[in-house]
Structures are given as C-alpha cells and as structure tokens.
C-alpha cells in the first residue's frame, strides 16, 4: 500500500530499537572543585620535609584517575586540592582515592602514625575563580600566618551556606 511503511514483528521479550544509527555524543563539562580536608584529629602529621612529595604523588593519584590536578598544597595538618573532575567520576570517589592512595604512601614512607580525617569538604568553583582559588592554595603558609584552619574552616562554610554538623 502507498504511503505505509509496513512494520517488523519484534520478538517477544525484546524491544524495538528506533534510531540504529551510529550516533556521536560529544560530552562537556566543566566540574572544578575545591576539595579542603584535615588530617586525623587535625594533627600536625604532614613534615616539610615530605609535603611536596605528597602534594605530587596526590597529583599523580588524581591523573592515573583521569582527574585533572589544578592546585595541591596546604599545611601539616590539612590539605587543598583543586582537581577538574571528568563527567564519568563522582565528587566522593575523586575524594576516596586520592585520600587512600596518599595515605598508603606515606605509611610506605615510614610515616606509620599518619592518617587522614574521615570527611571532607567539596566546594564548587566557577571558571573565573580557578585563578585565584590556585594562588590561595599555593599561599597557604602566608595565609595561614593570619588565620588558623579552624577558622578557615568556618569561612568556607558560611560562603558556601553551610553549617558544621555537630552531634547532640
């Protein structure tokens, strides 16, 4: 009949498949975050004579993970990582990895004591801000020689509209 387009039998149990053709997806995304997190009670376990070790490796941890390291640096009790997260990782894995895989190192580092914090903070960036959120995590010690990670702590919280969890 002119004008019908006769339709295949499926078969039981499966589905039709409308569009078979070979289709090209192109995926962009822009995830930068700003990862900020302490060692275990906020110890001082991260010597300068190791840190730029560490920051590196944490690098290295970040792009076998096909994560892109923007800024890694901090003090002997915490750490900043600015990391471009590919589309396919999740802001808590990126965070996992890099923080089991550091701490295994530096225990092979003879650093058996060290551990680090169980949580983490995640705070997004825009692009405009990559600039300035990598100088401040390259300052740290300047930074730090004004304000204590505590505070700091605060500061970031209440600019990302949050409030420390404490327990009753």
Known sequence: MPGKVAKKKVPSGTTEIYNSAP????????????????????????ADRIEAR????????????????LAIGGMPDHVHLLLSLHPSI?????VQLIKAGSSKWMHGQDQQSFAWQTG????????SQV????????TQRKHHARQGFADEWQTFLKRHGMEEFSRP
């Open 131 to 138: 600039s300035t959120t990598v100088r401040y995590i390259a």
């Open 54 to 69: 560490l920051w590196a490796y944490m690098g290295g941890i970040a792009r076998t993970n096909n994560i892109k390291p």
């Open 90 to 94: 999740a802001v808590d894995k990126a």
């Open 120 to 127: 983490y903070g995640a705070f997004t960036i825009g692009i």
């Open 23 to 46: 289709m090209a997806y192109h995926t962009h995304a822009s995830i930068l975050v700003h990862y900020v997190f302490s060692t275990k009670n906020r110890e001082s376990l991260i």
